[in-house]
């Protein structure tokens, strides 16, 4: 009995140091901890602003790009980009700047103004499953038509966009640019076996059952 109550009492003599020492510490270091807490809550208050400041920003791009798409569907790519151009000045850092600069990328494109379009298009930054291959797939179209082409980086990045979108719908089309990007710099080997890749994965598609043509001519 007589170990059990010394035990007891060195366990509340060990629990009172300890509290003692906490509290000395926090009195010895009040002023850091107080500040501490103020700039967690500054940096919660400024994470809401932003966020908040961030949303409006975005729904006013959103009001300004219609025209700017409508523009672009009916082919008036001039007026497109300037439109498109405008959003992305006063809205660029928002999702739907970001959208901005694939348009504008797209009508420079369109307007044989490659090395713009690719500079444009290469400022995008997103992941989605449709956009980010159309983009890869864009800089491609613009390696192959340009003044001085790279047929070999332009299939790579048509195989990169068929790898990341990975759909029938688009991944054949992509590997078929990629194939004929390899023909242009007389790499047949490399073209051989995106053919052959379209059948072995994409045989059921409109291109995948034409492909064997393409095949033959690169063997």
Request: glycine share 6%.
């Given at each position: 009995m007589a170990n059990n109550k010394k035990q007891a009492d060195a366990t509340v003599q060990n629990v009172d140091e300890a509290l003692s020492k906490s509290e000395q510490f926090v009195e010895k270091n009040k002023n850091i901890i107080t500040w501490c807490l103020v700039g967690i809550i500054v940096l919660v208050a400024a994470v809401w602003g932003w966020n908040a400041y961030s949303n409006k920003q975005?729904?006013?791009?959103?009001?300004?790009i219609w025209s700017a798409q409508f523009l672009f569907e009916n082919g008036d790519y001039e007026q497109a980009l300037e439109a498109f151009e405008a959003v992305i000045d006063e809205y660029g850092s928002t999702k739907t700047g970001n959208l901005a600069k694939v348009y504008a990328g797209l009508c420079n494109k369109?307007?044989?103004?490659?090395?713009?379009?690719?500079?444009?298009?290469?400022?995008?930054?997103?992941?989605?499953?449709?956009?980010?291959p159309a983009v890869t797939a864009a800089?491609?179209?613009?390696?192959?038509?340009?003044?001085?082409?790279?047929?070999?980086?332009?299939?790579?990045?048509?195989e990169a966009a068929?790898?990341?979108s990975n759909t029938a719908n688009y991944s054949p089309l992509y590997l078929k640019k990629a194939g004929l990007a390899y023909e242009k710099a007389g790499d047949n080997a490399?073209?051989?076996?995106?053919?052959?890749?379209?059948?072995?994965?994409?045989?059921?598609?409109?291109?995948?059952?034409n492909i064997d043509k393409y095949i033959v001519r690169v063997q």
């Open positions: 975005n729904q006013k791009a959103q009001e300004e369109e307007l044989g103004n490659y090395e713009e379009a690719i500079a444009l298009l290469r400022k995008y930054s997103g992941n989605d499953a449709v956009v980010a800089i491609g179209d613009c390696m192959v038509n340009g003044e001085n082409p790279d047929y070999k980086e332009a299939a790579r990045n048509f068929a790898k990341a490399s073209a051989l076996k995106v053919y052959q890749s379209i059948k072995d994965n994409w045989r059921e598609t409109v291109i995948g059952q």
